[in-house]
């Protein structure tokens, strides 16, 4: 089964709208931590945004907020006011065990969405 | 600054060949990665490093070997038994300990076996 699951190979939105990203996951790790990157056309893997098991709070960072439903096993990642720039390839990422030493086997990535915006 | 280098960023080479990609690190981390990455695809886990001299597999090991001699450098070695080595492979390092287990990665080096 596969462990970090994003259903949407592709998304167009318009400029300035919000947009919302799936991701679901699987593990029976009390601990674990979810993770979004960005990879532009590039090529290289930009870090977005962390949300812990445990914590409280949805994260946020500037427009990237994740939208974390632990019952349902979700994390999806709402970039608001979207831009041109953030036309790009949206991975959701999963680290299992906590930070002491556990998780050192790196994390577990989704195929990916490819989010395109239009003007 | 502080970062993750790899290279080459492109390499040509002919099948039954061994390739070696390079990647050096100078955030002082411990722990290192290789993935690769298709097409439509996620990142997949070749190796990790945890130490020095010390690597485990990861999810498609086969057809590819590491050393971890230093702690800055962990060299990717494609080897001719990789049935399709054409790919995109990303080095990444992180810390240990208590700490989120972000990764941090280079860009990539676009490896195309002709």
């Known amino acids: 089964a596969q462990k970090i699951t994003q259903t949407q190979p592709g998304m167009f939105v318009q400029e300035k709208e919000a947009v919302t990203l799936d991701c679901t996951y699987d593990?029976?790790?009390?601990?674990?931590?979810l993770f979004w990157y960005k990879q532009p056309s590039s090529g290289e893997m930009i870090f977005l945004i962390y949300?812990?098991?445990?914590?409280?709070q949805n994260a946020t960072e500037g427009r990237y907020s994740l939208n974390f439903q632990k019952a349902r096993k979700s994390a999806n990642l709402v970039i608001s006011a979207s831009q041109l720039g953030d036309s790009a390839m949206y991975f959701c990422?999963?680290?299992?065990?906590?930070?002491?030493?556990?998780?050192?086997?790196?994390?577990?990535f989704g195929k990916g969405t490819h989010l395109i915006i239009q003007p | 600054d502080g970062g993750i280098t790899q290279s080459p960023k492109y390499l040509f080479r002919k099948e039954g060949q061994n390739v070696t990609l390079s990647c050096e690190q100078n955030?002082?981390?411990?722990?290192m990665y290789w993935y690769r990455q298709d097409p439509g695809q996620g990142l997949r886990l070749i190796y990790y490093?945890?130490?020095?001299?010390?690597?485990q597999k990861g999810d498609i090991a086969e057809g590819y070997s590491v050393s971890r001699e230093k702690k800055e450098s962990f060299p990717l070695t494609v080897t001719s038994a990789q049935k399709n080595p054409t790919a995109f492979y990303l080095c990444?390092?992180?810390?240990?300990?208590?700490?989120?287990?972000?990764?941090?990665f280079g860009e990539g080096s676009r490896l195309t076996v002709l």
């Open positions: 593990t029976s790790d009390p601990s674990y931590g």
């Open positions: 955030l002082n981390h411990d722990a």
């Open positions: 490093s945890q130490i020095v001299n010390d690597f």
């Open positions: 949300q812990g098991s445990y914590d409280q």
């Open positions: 990444a390092s992180s810390r240990l300990g208590r700490h989120t287990g972000e990764l941090f």
């Open positions: 990422a999963m680290r299992e065990g906590s930070g002491s030493g556990g998780g050192a086997d790196g994390l577990t």
